[in-house]
């Protein structure tokens, strides 16, 4: 599920850009199982000779859609962290959910249909080093801050309030109830979170 390579000149990462963008529109309108190799190229103009020439079959450019979406992601919270190091608690959850938020948002259909993908690939470890980044995020500003926090176990609470979080949000992402607002979601897990980490 690797690139046979990576492309070095211009011309050669456009076309490769424009391989992805065509398997991304082609995975959010039909689905991982009616993508093929022979689509991607069709959709992307170019043959399938230059296709094969970096991606040797779907599973491989799927793979790429999903490591550069991992790489966004980690980006967006890496530098989302740092600034929120000093910050207080009620503060830092708030934005922490707001950036989740707009992470599941900023990749919509593309991200619900990759993680599809993953989980028949089998190249879940990807998606889940984005969980993982963000929990270990979360935990060292935690530690930074145990006077604001009342649980005993911050490893326990932090599973308990990452899972269920990530879990709502992408429910109300991918399949809107209708009743709740933006921002109504992010008040009432910001009140369970937070109601979690302070209970005495």
């Known amino acids: 599920m690797e690139p046979r390579k990576r492309p070095?000149?211009?011309r050669s990462k456009r076309m490769v850009e424009s391989?992805?963008?065509?398997?991304?529109?082609?995975?959010?309108?039909?689905?991982?199982?009616?993508?093929?190799?022979?689509?991607?190229?069709?959709?992307?103009?170019?043959?399938?000779?230059?296709?094969y020439q970096y991606f040797p079959n779907k599973e491989a450019i799927?793979?790429?859609?999903?490591?550069?979406?991992?790489?966004?992601?980690?980006?967006?919270?890496?530098?989302n962290m740092d600034g929120l190091a000093d910050r207080p608690l009620e503060e830092a959850v708030r934005a922490m959910l707001?950036?989740?938020?707009g992470l599941v948002e900023q990749h919509g259909d593309l991200g619900r249909e990759l993680l599809i993908a993953a989980q028949q690939m089998g190249v879940l470890p990807g998606i889940?080093?984005?969980e993982q980044r963000i929990s270990e995020a979360g935990r060292r500003?935690?530690?930074?801050?145990?006077?604001?926090?009342?649980?005993?176990?911050?490893?326990?609470?932090i599973f308990v309030t990452f899972n269920a979080a990530v879990f709502v949000i992408f429910r109300s992402v991918f399949a809107p109830p209708g009743f709740m607002t933006r921002q109504q979601?992010?008040?009432?897990?910001?009140?369970?979170?937070?109601?979690?980490?302070?209970r005495s």
Not at 30 to 41: F, H, I, K, P
Request: proline residues 0%; charged residues 25%.
């Open 19 to 51: 391989i992805l963008a065509a398997a991304a529109k082609i995975l959010i309108e039909d689905g991982y199982e009616s993508l093929s190799t022979g689509q991607v190229a069709k959709r992307a103009g170019v043959s399938i000779g230059s296709l």
């Open 98 to 101: 707001t950036m989740v938020v």
């Open 8 to 10: 070095r000149q211009q």
């Open 141 to 157: 500003y935690l530690m930074r801050h145990r006077d604001e926090v009342r649980v005993q176990d911050i490893d326990q609470a």
């Open 62 to 79: 799927i793979a790429e859609l999903v490591r550069k979406l991992t790489i966004d992601a980690t980006t967006a919270v890496s530098a």
């Open 128 to 130: 889940r080093m984005v």
């Open 185 to 198: 979601l992010i008040d009432e897990l910001y009140r369970m979170i937070i109601g979690h980490l302070t």
